[in-house]
């Protein structure tokens, strides 16, 4: 165990290098994109600009800074790259979202640096050298519906990036899947973390965090989840149900379902202050997020139906 939490604070370390050298990379890039404050565009001809709403009309060879609030990036399906810098940054920056975009071969794909309640979804953040999603005491943010691979690492939460919701994306073939240091509250659930070298979720000094219906497939040669610090308990179940973990079986080979429950009888473990008190038996199948609006609209349409034929009741 020594020698694991070492390893990892070298890696650790390594990445905080890295790390700065990405964030010069983005000032002095000189083909840089930005979106001023103003809403002006420079840099490029390829984004279409309708009030908010900033649509890429081709692929797109170079790094973008966002400078201005309340705004949507779309990709429309086309692709933002280059080999140096960061894909899209974000410095103090409210309610932007970046969609639909494919985000590859950057040093990073997404910084964030002292940002909140922004969102990131649907989009593909593959191949970049460094952290495909990374933020830095950035809080109350949402990622969701993206599908981040084959990335130096996948999603990395830092210095106080709090009450961030990481949920239903897909997240494979990176160095950690999902790592946080010194961060807190943040909420992960419904994501497949898929054969990621150095594990799938890591707490370095980091605790409160919530991990649940998370499906943890074949990560770090045997390390799925990982910690660094002691003393520091984070909440890998929901309270009623937790995560399917490929080597459980292995790991419990006398463990046995609960009365068709669904849910194993003996804790996943991490370490004593990071189990999983009700690990899935079977993985839980991706549930697109594009189904989720017509079903509501189905569901709300039926209920009106269904309202108008009851008979009324008397008040008497």
């Known amino acids: 165990m020594r020698g694991q939490a070492s390893a990892g604070l070298v890696l650790l370390l390594v990445s905080f290098v890295v790390i700065s050298s990405s964030q010069i990379g983005v000032v ?13 565009i420079e840099g490029t001809d390829k ?45 103090k920056r409210e ?8 985000i590859k071969t950057f040093g990073y794909g997404i ?19 460094g952290d ?24 990395v939460l830092g210095a106080y990036s709090n009450y961030n919701n990481i949920s239903g994306n897909n997240i494979a073939n990176n160095g950690f899947g999902i790592n946080m240091w010194d961060s807190s509250n943040n909420s992960i659930n419904g994501n497949n973390l898929t054969g990621n070298a150095y594990g799938g979720i890591t707490f370095y000094f ?31 179940d929901n309270g009623a149900e937790g995560n399917h973990w490929s080597d459980y ?7 046995t379902e ?12 991490i370490d004593e202050k990071n189990k999983d008190n009700y690990p899935l038996v079977n993985e839980i199948p991706e549930f697109p997020s594009w189904i989720v609006l017509p079903l509501f609209l189905i569901v709300t349409f039926v209920g009106v139906i269904v309202k108008k034929r009851l008979p009324s009741r008397s008040h008497a």
Not at 111 to 129: A, Y
């Open 28 to 40: 002095k890039a000189e083909d840089t994109i930005y979106i001023r404050a103003d809403g002006t």
């Open 47 to 91: 984004i279409q600009r309708d009030g908010n709403v900033y649509t890429f009309t081709g692929d797109i060879n170079s790094n973008m800074v966002v400078e201005k609030n309340n705004i949507t990036i779309d990709g429309n399906g086309y692709t933002l790259q280059a080999e140096i810098g960061t894909g899209i940054y974000l410095f």
């Open 95 to 102: 309610n932007v979202a970046i969609q639909n975009t494919q």
């Open 111 to 129: 910084m964030l640096k002292s940002s909140s309640n922004n969102q990131i979804k649907g989009n593909n953040i593959i191949e970049n050298h």
């Open 132 to 155: 495909g999603i990374y933020f830095y005491s950035s809080s109350n943010n949402n990622i969701s519906g993206n599908n981040v691979t084959d990335n130096g690492n996948g999603i």
């Open 206 to 236: 980091s605790s409160d965090n919530i991990v649940y219906h998370n499906n943890f497939i074949k990560n770090g040669a045997g390390q799925q989840g990982n910690t660094l610090g002691s003393g520091y308990a984070n909440f890998l």
């Open 249 to 255: 079986k292995e790991r419990y080979p006398n463990a």
């Open 258 to 269: 609960i009365e068709n429950s669904g849910i194993w009888d003996t804790p996943y473990v």
